[in-house]
């Protein structure tokens, strides 16, 4: 079986508020962002949360994508980037690196086909992801937290951390017809967004050994402040612990 999904991204300024989100179906689908961002930022990260949504399965999975510069990215550049150091063929430095390098790893062992459709042309699939990433930004842009959706819900499926699939690794473009009558990480700083989480701890409290080589620590988030501190790890490819000692 071939899971045929759509992955997009939207951006409100370009740079500005920006969403991805990925599509299968109204029972498996995500959405995310970042209060500043790119639109192709948007797009890489909504390929990268799939791939990483469904890296449980052993199914092949067929992606479509409205951005040309996403799919070249993978299917025709990456090998080049990587052999100089993931630098681009003047020796410049490579544009969404992070987002590149974690896309690499996610493609490792996946059976992974893409297919370029034209956006907003009544690709069922493409519309919805769009709205969704689009709805996204809409919700940064505003001050809210988004609707993230159910998630990949098929069966054998993880997050970013657990499983892989099996199968030989493939990055090459197919063609998806018109249909008939057919018709955009962040550039500030992790502490610059995520500061205000350790409003709440108490600066006046000693440390009773400043020798100790750890310090349990612990901090309540609430459920916005989890996933802005997320989104933000996710752009950079951290972890969660990561970014939080990047914070210190």
């Known amino acids: 079986m071939t899971i045929t999904a759509a992955a ?51 199914e092949s999975l067929l992606i479509m994508c409205d951005s040309k510069y996403v799919i070249d990215s993978i299917t025709k550049w990456m ?31 996946r059976d992974v086909k893409f297919a370029w459709v034209k956006g907003h042309a009544g690709h069922d699939l493409n519309e919805a992801a769009d709205e969704r990433a689009n709805a996204a930004a809409k919700a940064y842009q505003a001050g809210r937290e988004p609707d993230r959706g159910p998630g990949f819900t098929m069966g054998g499926g993880s997050d970013a951390s657990t499983g892989s699939a099996t199968g030989p690794a493939s990055a090459e473009p197919v063609a ?10 962040s550039s500030q700083p992790l502490w610059a967004e995520t500061s205000s989480l350790f409003d709440d701890l108490d600066a006046s409290e000693p440390i009773e050994d400043p020798e100790a080589s750890a310090i349990d620590l612990h901090v309540t988030l609430t459920p916005d402040e989890h996933a802005r501190l997320r989104d933000r790890a996710v752009a950079q490819s951290i972890s969660l612990e990561q970014a939080l000692r990047r914070l210190i």
């Open 8 to 58: 997009d991204g939207s951006a409100l300024g370009n740079p500005g508020p920006n969403g991805w989100a990925w599509y299968i179906d109204d029972a498996n689908w995500a959405a995310g962002g970042s209060p500043h961002g790119t639109n192709n930022q948007g797009e890489l990260q909504a390929v990268l949360e799939l791939l990483r949504a469904t890296a449980g399965t052993n």
């Open 79 to 109: 090998p080049g980037w990587k052999r100089r150091g993931w630098r681009k063929a003047d020796g410049a430095p490579l544009l969404n690196r992070d987002l590149m390098e974690a896309l690499d790893e996610q493609m490792q062992g």
């Open 176 to 185: 998806i017809p018109e249909p008939p009558g057919s018709r955009a990480p």
